[in-house]
């Protein structure tokens, strides 16, 4: 069992939808990221949060330490959004970063 | 202004042959890291480096030797390559560890044939 666990493994929706992707992970952390890997492969970080909520434009993460669970939301959702999201953890805070599966998320117009 | 570049962006090449991936990054950070991509679009760590000191050797085959000539660049060479070497591999910095942000390049895309 990966000690990042992500759901729903794939994800479709309409355009306008609201988006929820989930992260949960066995390891102690005091951080966590939320990354996006385009559909033509580039990937970038979307957050990184410790506790409580952040919020860029559409996207919101959201991360309970205590129960070791985090969500990445999307409001209004795009096609342009289509992408893999993937969480990831620094295991037991050291430089080694654990990945989640990733979520596919293809949004349609 | 590129942040993280990494070159060659596709890489095809036969087993047994030996192959080189560079990687720069111009952010001035201390930490890089090598990933590896597999075809079920799983990462991995590989390695990584601070200030050019390994940190992180993530049970990698002897085959890989990252170098790192100075702490703005990591460069990945891979000798006797076989056939479950094909990936894509990434190349990503960050100012302090884990726990910072990190910046990716854009992968190479390795095929052994």
């Known amino acids: 069992k990966n000690e990042v666990e992500q759901s729903p493994q794939n994800l479709t929706a309409q355009e306008g939808e609201f988006i929820t992707i989930n992260c949960s992970y066995s390891?102690?952390?005091?951080?966590l990221h939320w990354l996006q890997q385009h559909p033509g492969g580039g990937i970038v970080s979307l957050f990184m949060?410790?506790?409580g909520k952040k919020k860029h434009g559409r996207l919101i993460a959201t991360i309970n330490i205590q129960e070791k669970h985090s969500s990445l939301h999307i409001t209004a959702s795009h096609p342009r959004d289509s992408a893999v999201y993937i969480c990831?953890?620094?295991?037991?805070?050291?430089?080694?970063?654990?990945f989640g599966t990733g979520t596919r998320l293809q949004v349609f117009p | 202004d590129t942040a993280v570049s990494q070159t060659p962006k596709y890489l095809v090449t036969q087993m047994g042959n030996d192959k080189s991936i560079k990687c720069e990054q111009n952010l001035g950070h201390d930490t890089m890291y090598w990933y590896k991509q597999d075809s079920k679009k799983f990462l991995k760590i590989m390695f990584s480096y601070n200030n050019k000191e390994l940190i992180i050797n993530e049970t990698v085959p002897n085959r890989f030797s990252p170098k790192s000539p100075d702490k703005a660049h990591l460069n990945l060479h891979i000798n006797s390559l076989e056939l479950g070497d094909s990936a894509v591999y990434f190349c990503?910095?960050?100012?302090?560890?884990?726990?910072?942000?990190?910046?990716f390049g854009p992968g190479t895309r390795l095929l052994v044939l």
């Open positions: 990503a910095s960050s100012q302090v560890g884990g726990v910072e942000t990190q910046y």
């Open positions: 390891v102690g952390i005091s951080a």
């Open positions: 949060l410790s506790s």
């Open positions: 990831a953890v620094p295991f037991y805070n050291t430089d080694k970063l654990i």
